[in-house]
């Protein structure tokens, strides 16, 4: 027998992410500003870009670094850019779904 997909939860987790994430998610990163992760707006942007991360991959990097691990990826977003929760916890989600479709 075979599960049907859980389209309630599909439907839940679409409702949850903006379309920013989604859009991000979407295809491989390439060359994306950093403000094109969902959470990183024009003011967190050039703060992050003033500290040398202007480009997604490089804080995708920073991510890796951390190892996905969402505590320590929050404190370092809110000391290098003042992100707040909700900020930090919506590119920390956008990478972390990033990274298990591509990686």
């Known amino acids: ?13 679409m409702s949850s992410t903006s379309q920013k994430h989604r859009n991000f998610v979407a295809e491989p990163m390439g060359e994306k500003l950093v403000t094109e992760l969902a959470g990183i ?3 967190l ?8 991360f202007d480009k997604a991959y490089i804080v995708l990097g920073q991510f890796l670094l951390l190892k996905k691990d969402q505590e320590m990826f929050m ?3 809110k000391d290098t850019c ?6 930090g916890s919506d590119c920390h989600n956008c990478l972390k779904e990033w990274c298990d479709a591509f990686l």
Request: aromatic share 6%.
């Open 41 to 43: 707006g024009p003011v």
């Open 1 to 13: 027998m075979v599960a049907e997909p859980d389209i309630a939860n599909y439907l839940d987790i």
């Open 82 to 87: 003042a992100a707040n929760k909700k900020q």
């Open 75 to 77: 404190e370092w977003i």
């Open 45 to 52: 942007g050039e703060r992050l870009t003033e500290k040398g």
